[in-house]
C-alpha cells in the first residue's frame, strides 16, 4: 500500500470561470492559473503522483509549456492515472477537501464525485469530497482564494489496467 498527499491553492478573480473537481461552477470569481486553476484536481493529481513516487504536477504538466494553457484539469488528471497504470498501481481510494468562503459547494458535490470516480477510474464510493469555510480567516476566509488538500492510498495490482 502507498499513501499519497497533495495540496493546491489559487487566487480567486473576477472574469475567471471556477472549476472544480471536473465541474464548472456558477459564480463571480474563478481560479487564476495556466490551466482552467481547477486546484482540486491539481491536488489529486499531486497526491496520486507522490503516492507512486512520480513527483509532482509541476514537473509532468509545467506551467512554463503553452501546451496546458487553459487546458482542462480532467485530461491531466487522465494523464497520471495513466501514468499510474504503467506503474502497475491502482487507486485504492482518495479523500479530498475544498477550503472556500463561498459559493457552496453542497449543490455540486455529487456531480464532483461522478465525474472525477469516471476520470480516475474507481468506484465513487472511493472517493471522498468534503467542503469547508475558513471561517472569514485569511485570504480563503477573506474570499480572495480556493485551497484543496488530497489523500490516497495506491496498491499494487498484477497487470495493467488497460482500461477504456
Known amino acids: ?60 504538466f509545467p506551467d512554463t509549456d503553452n501546451q496546458y494553457k487553459n487546458i482542462d484539469s480532467k485530461i491531466l488528471l487522465a494523464k497520471v492515472v495513466e501514468l499510474l497504470d504503467r506503474k502497475w498501481l491502482k487507486i485504492n481510494n482518495v479523500d479530498a477537501t475544498i477550503v472556500i468562503e463561498r459559493p457552496k459547494m453542497a449543490p455540486y458535490h455529487d456531480t464532483m464525485i461522478q465525474t472525477l470516480a469516471r476520470v480516475m477510474r474507481i468506484a465513487p464510493e472511493r472517493l471522498a469530497i468534503k467542503a469547508k469555510t475558513n471561517e472569514k480567516l485569511g485570504f480563503v476566509g477573506s474570499g480572495d482564494g480556493v485551497v484543496c488538500f488530497a489523500t490516497c492510498t495506491l496498491a499494487d495490482h498484477d497487470e495493467p489496467m488497460n482500461r477504456p
Open 1 to 60: 500500500m502507498r499513501v499519497g498527499f497533495g495540496y493546491d491553492s489559487h487566487r480567486l478573480a473576477e472574469g475567471r470561470r471556477l472549476v472544480l473537481g471536473g465541474v464548472e461552477i456558477p459564480f463571480e470569481k474563478g481560479c487564476v492559473a495556466h490551466s482552467d486553476g481547477d486546484a482540486l484536481i491539481h491536488a489529486l493529481c499531486d497526491a496520486l503522483l507522490g503516492a507512486a513516487g512520480l513527483s509532482d504536477i509541476g514537473s509532468h
